[in-house]
């Protein structure tokens, strides 16, 4: 299946969503920058499993959702998702809040989804230290502290390099208007998620960058702790965006976690 974007109907909100790709689903939800598109990463996992990538309710050009008051709510609506869109039980990756909302799900349902790949995520409040206050920086500065080194980002000029045009400008206004509805209080965790985490029996992959500035990577080693079967990767000369700052690295370890898809059965091949 060639990507394309495609407007998907749940619960009355219409989801703007990237799809492409082949083999078994593998939902991608983003970080609170926003949906990034078809990018290099995503390229090179799409040549083995079917990418579904929504942008969430309240962001970008998908429908708003003022009834969502927190990351719970955005976990429960992509459980229906899955349903509304037919992806059974499809592998689950997340960034940053993203990651935060698969894990919900995962403590919710763990039977509804396959493998979790968790990136980054927010969710679990610092035994020390703090998840920095994206919403106290602008956005050029904040872009700063999220990555480690702009050089070494292969699709830097195509995603950063230029000044954001009008209508790109209150996209990201709307992003982070969301995104602050959704983590504000208590500012970016779950108190009680800790709690739920041990349900979770999904194999799981945990990927962080070592000079991550926003999140610090001791979370992951929370999460590797309250997760039964959880494995945790840390990139190093890597900050917030392993997908985008080491995108050929970050998509052989998700390949390599993730299980080959079945080949198709003479006369049935996959679309």
Same mark, same amino acid.
């Given at each position: 299946?060639?990507?394309?974007?495609?407007?998907?109907?749940?619960?009355?909100?219409?989801?703007? =969503?990237?799809?492409?790709?082949?083999?078994?689903?593998? &939902? *991608? @939800?983003?970080?609170?920058? $926003?949906?990034?598109?078809? /990018?290099?990463?995503?390229?090179?996992?799409?040549?083995?499993?079917?990418?579904?990538?929504?942008?969430?309710?309240?962001?970008?050009?998908?429908?708003?959702?003022?009834?969502?008051?927190?990351?719970?709510?955005?976990?429960?609506?992509?459980?229906?998702?899955?349903?509304?869109?037919?992806?059974?039980?499809?592998?689950?990756?997340?960034?940053?809040?993203?990651?935060?909302?698969?894990?919900?799900? =995962?403590?919710?349902?763990?039977?509804?989804?396959?493998? &979790? *790949? @968790?990136?980054?995520?927010? $969710?679990?409040?610092?035994? /020390?230290?703090?998840?920095?206050?994206?919403?106290?920086?602008?956005?050029?500065?904040?872009?700063?502290?999220?990555?480690?080194?702009?050089?070494?980002?292969?699709?830097?000029?195509?995603?950063?390099?230029?000044?954001?045009?009008?209508?790109?400008?209150?996209?990201?206004?709307?992003?982070?208007?969301?995104?602050?509805?959704?983590?504000?209080?208590?500012?970016?965790?779950?108190?009680?998620?800790?709690?739920?985490?041990?349900?979770?029996?999904?194999?799981? &992959?945990?990927?962080?960058?070592r000079e991550d500035r926003i999140v610090p990577v001791e979370c992951g080693e929370q999460y590797r702790r309250l997760l039964p079967h959880a494995t945790l990767t840390v990139?190093?000369?890597?900050?917030?965006?392993?997908?985008?700052?080491?995108?050929?690295?970050?998509?052989?370890?998700?390949?390599?976690?993730?299980?080959?898809?079945?080949?198709?059965?003479?006369?049935?091949?996959?679309?």
């Amino acid at each position: 299946m060639r990507p394309h974007e495609e407007t998907i109907s749940v619960g009355g909100i219409d989801v703007h =969503a990237w799809i492409g790709g082949q083999g078994d689903p593998l &939902l *991608v @939800l983003h970080g609170a920058g $926003g949906n990034r598109g078809w /990018t290099r990463w995503v390229q090179q996992v799409s040549e083995h499993f079917t990418v579904w990538a929504p942008t969430h309710p309240g962001f970008g050009r998908s429908g708003d959702a003022d009834w969502m008051e927190g990351i719970d709510d955005l976990a429960r609506f992509y459980l229906w998702f899955i349903d509304a869109a037919g992806l059974g039980r499809p592998h689950v990756l997340g960034h940053s809040i993203g990651g935060w909302t698969a894990a919900e799900m =995962a403590a919710m349902s763990p039977p509804s989804i396959g493998r &979790l *790949v @968790l990136v980054a995520p927010v $969710g679990l409040k610092p035994e /020390t230290g703090e998840i920095l206050d994206v919403f106290y920086y602008p956005p050029p500065q904040l872009l700063d502290l999220t990555v480690h080194d702009p050089k070494t980002i292969p699709e830097w000029d195509e995603l950063f390099g230029r000044k954001p045009t009008p209508p790109e400008l209150e996209i990201a206004t709307r992003n982070r208007e969301m995104a602050a509805r959704l983590t504000w209080k208590p500012y970016m965790h779950n108190p009680r998620l800790a709690r739920f985490l041990p349900r979770v029996t999904n194999p799981t &992959l945990i990927v962080w960058g070592r000079e991550d500035r926003i999140v610090p990577v001791e979370c992951g080693e929370q999460y590797r702790r309250l997760l039964p079967h959880a494995t945790l990767t840390v990139r190093e000369k890597c900050g917030h965006l392993p997908p985008i700052e080491q995108p050929d690295a970050f998509a052989r370890l998700v390949l390599d976690f993730l299980p080959a898809p079945l080949p198709a059965a003479p006369g049935h091949a996959r679309s």
